[in-house]
């Protein structure tokens, strides 16, 4: 373990965890075995997080594209989520994680909505870790439905259109209760975002690891954390003194 200063450490760390398929393939095992071997990497991740100190954790666990997907996978999936977060709320409640789901409720069954909503209940009051599952989640579909409800509110002029600003514009995102993540992690090699987070990863760090999901460790994740404390983050401002190339 190699130790950061706290002021290195991301307050919000962002993954995308991809690889599963590739994960199983390679070893001539259905993909549903990748996706199960996927849940230990993020329990993983989770307590790595929690040991770090960063507040937030924002996983990309399911897109709204990911319903093309063969029937029986996506079947998988559903089940898979139910079923991890149905075995795993006891100890993130006693964990102090806080988990909340990001994305869009509309299209999901009410079995997983009620799972959901007795998970986000149970564990509000909790501090030590924010979990955000972006589950059904696709970041036009949410920039679409922020849109939505403000234009409702001006219809019902409860806002002034002029009034909308970015901080309004956020406060109406599945995100509203994170800051923007400071750090965004692929793992599987994929060089885009594949519709993660559109609107929040602005100004976000991104580091791109060939490592699988599965695979991810520790190491990798400490390796992603010093390539984040290396970085200069500018915000378009022009380099500090002394840090020109
Ligand atoms: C990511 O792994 C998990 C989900 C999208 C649910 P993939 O299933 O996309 O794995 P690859 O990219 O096919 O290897
Ligand atoms: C992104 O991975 C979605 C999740 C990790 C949940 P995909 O495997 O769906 O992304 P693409 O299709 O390669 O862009
Ligand atoms: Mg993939």
Redesign the pocket.
């Known amino acids: 373990m190699v130790e950061l200063e706290s002021s290195q450490v991301p307050s919000h760390v962002a993954i995308?965890?991809?690889g599963n398929g590739r994960w199983a393939q390679k070893r001539r095992l259905p993909r549903f075995m990748g996706h199960r071997q996927g849940v230990t990497a993020l329990k993983n991740a989770v307590r790595f997080c929690k040991n770090r100190g960063i507040g937030t954790l924002t996983v990309?666990?399911?897109?709204t594209?990911?319903w093309a997907r063969p029937a029986e996978e996506v079947s998988y999936l559903m089940t898979l989520m139910h079923e991890t977060f149905f075995k795993e709320i006891d100890e993130l409640e006693r964990e102090g994680v806080r988990v909340v789901l990001v994305g869009d409720r509309t299209s999901l069954s009410p079995a997983i909505l009620e799972l959901w909503d007795r998970a986000e209940a149970r564990t509000a009051h909790n501090n030590a870790l924010i979990l955000n599952v972006a589950f059904n989640y696709g970041g036009r579909n949410e920039i679409v439905a922020a849109a939505r409800q403000l234009a409702a509110k001006a219809a019902r002029g409860e806002i002034d259109p002029e009034a909308i600003d970015d901080a309004i514009f956020s406060k109406h995102l599945y995100t509203s209760h994170s800051p923007d993540p400071d750090l965004l992690i692929r793992t599987g090699g994929?060089l885009?975002l594949?519709n993660?987070l559109l609107w929040q990863s602005a100004y976000t760090e991104i580091y791109v690891t060939n490592t699988l999901w599965p695979d991810f460790d520790e190491q990798e994740f400490d390796a992603a954390l010093q390539s984040f404390a290396r970085r200069e983050r500018r915000f378009g401002r022009v380099p500090k003194k002394g840090t020109e190339n």
Not at 60 to 63: L, M, R
């Open positions: 995308i965890m991809d990309y666990a399911f897109s594209e990911n994929e885009r594949s993660f």
